[in-house]
T-cell receptor, first 115, second 112 residues
Framework: DTAVSQTPKYLVTQMGNDKSIKCEQNLGHDTMYWYKQDSKKFLKIMFS???????INETVPNRFSPKSPDKAHLNLHINSLELGDSAVYFCASSLYRGLQNNEQFFGPGTRLTVL | QKEVEQNSGPLSVPEGAIASLNCTYS??????FFWYRQYSGKSPELIMS????GDKEDGRFTAQLNKASQYVSLLIRDSQPSDSATYLC????????????FGKGTHLIIQP
């Protein structure tokens, strides 16, 4: 059974386009995240959602807009894609927010390539 | 700026030896510490978590935490070629904020 899933796995698009990445978790977790891993493999938090509410937005351009229709889903929409947006985007989820036990589980990632 | 520092490596260890991976963090308020393993082209996989000073053992893995020195390490005993991967140290920021701050990872190579 897939715990955290993402679609699509690969996304190749032109500069200026708008695209979305979807994430779903079946772990019953109440907090979900988006991370970006750049070409140097540095993994950085972008957004955090708890019970469909945005908790953090770590200096991400407003071309990136997360949406959480329910606790099990967190989607990422990106407008006006730029070359620098090329990266692997990981969705993650955890059961507790802000408590000591903040173990996060990652989805398989979406490799975005902007041409 | 909360930071997590790791030696990027590569760290080369012969098969069967102990691999020692180190991590330092800047936020004294941090309460939880995690080690993730990431194979090339794959997602990070949680392998160890530690919350208290001292050692925590799980199979061939031992995590060590020293909050006074702001230092956390991961030991891998009886290293196997399948342990070759990038190991990421991750720390939630103190104060209850969400999201993990990751180090840049240590690339570990186990030589057969």
């Amino acid at each position: 059974d897939t715990a955290v899933s993402q679609t699509p796995k690969y996304l190749v698009t032109q500069m200026g386009n708008d695209k979305s990445i979807k994430c779903e978790q079946n772990l019953g977790h109440d907090t979900m995240y988006w991370y970006k891993q750049d070409s140097k493999k540095f993994l950085k938090i972008m957004f955090s959602y708890n019970n469909k509410e945005l908790i953090i937005n770590e200096t991400v351009p407003n071309r990136f807009s997360p949406k959480s229709p329910d606790k099990a889903h967190l989607n990422l929409h990106i407008n006006s894609l730029e070359l620098g947006d090329s990266a692997v985007y990981f969705c993650a989820s955890s059961l507790y927010r802000g408590l000591q036990n903040n173990e996060q589980f990652f989805g398989p990632g979406t490799r975005l390539t902007v041409l | 700026q909360k930071e997590v520092e790791q030696n990027s490596g590569p760290l080369s260890v012969p098969e069967g030896a102990i691999a020692s991976l180190n991590c330092t963090y800047s936020d004294r308020g941090s309460q939880s510490f995690f080690w993730y393993r990431q194979y090339s082209g794959k997602s990070p996989e949680l392998i160890m978590s530690i919350y208290s000073n001292g050692d925590k053992e799980d199979g061939r893995f031992t995590a060590q935490l020293n909050k006074a020195s702001q230092y956390v390490s991961l030991l891998i005993r009886d290293s196997q070629p399948s342990d070759s991967a990038t190991y990421l140290c991750a720390v939630p920021p103190g104060g209850g904020a969400d999201g993990l701050t990751f180090g840049k990872g240590t690339h570990l190579i186990i030589q057969p």
